[in-house]
């Protein structure tokens, strides 16, 4: 088994369809989202360049089915070259004081347990040789942001950890820090803003793949 595969929770659109299309030259994409048309659509740009992917609609909170998944992967290829982390629940700006529960719910969910559970899952598929990456966003601390910057942080936070862990054992686990993007959670967060001057999630792609030789 030589070809390689490549894990990419939140492939649905933004950064992470860019690095499913960008990686699809070279790897066997697995991609993850919630929205299964955008999967689709995903899945017929890869084709169209001469790429191939395996569509997996599920939230990645979902315990069991991100279990099932692991399992499928293994069974299929018995390993997993590439994880690459860009799912995240960007809560509505508020005042720490007027958090909605709901909202802090779901961003602890995504943010934080999907991400503590997934580790472990996929740390023996990625073995020794893996990379694993993840996306940091230094918001934690700035008004407004509580439940997506308390959150986030906490997931850059564990990534960090088994980062240091695993740096002469393997899998490699980098944390980079993406310049802004025209995405739909960043046009939540700042309303009106210039978009022209943000990064394309193409061109970030590209910066990531080279910049980690992917």
């Known amino acids: 088994m030589t070809q390689k595969i490549a894990l990419i929770t939140g492939a649905s659109r933004g ?3 860019a690095l499913a299309e960008a990686l699809s030259s070279d790897y066997h994409i697995v991609a993850v989202a919630r929205t ?6 995903l899945d017929d740009r890869i084709q169209a360049k001469g790429g ?7 939230d990645i909170s979902n315990t069991d089915a991100m279990a099932q998944l692991c399992r499928s992967i293994h069974d299929r290829w018995g390993k997993l070259d590439l994880w690459i982390h860009t799912a995240v629940h960007g809560a509505p700006l508020t005042p720490a004081g007027h958090i909605d529960a709901k909202d802090w ?4 969910s995504i943010n934080v347990t999907a991400t503590g559970r997934l580790i472990p899952f996929l740390s023996p598929l990625l073995g020794t040789d893996g990379h694993a990456v993840f996306f940091d966003d230094p918001r934690g601390g700035q008004k407004f942001f509580g439940s997506y910057g308390a959150t986030k942080a906490a997931q850059i936070a564990l990534a960090r950890s088994w980062q240091a862990e695993t740096t002469k054992t393997g899998p490699r686990v980098s944390v980079v820090e993406p310049n802004g993007m025209p995405t739909g959670t960043r046009a939540r967060f700042f309303p009106g803003e210039e978009r022209a001057p943000l990064s394309h999630p193409r061109d970030e792609a590209a910066r990531v793949v080279k910049d980690l030789s992917l």
């Open 15 to 17: 950064l992470g369809a």
């Open 36 to 41: 299964t048309g955008a999967l689709e659509e």
């Open 52 to 58: 191939q992917a395996t569509l997996a609609p599920m």
């Open 105 to 108: 719910d779901k961003s602890v």
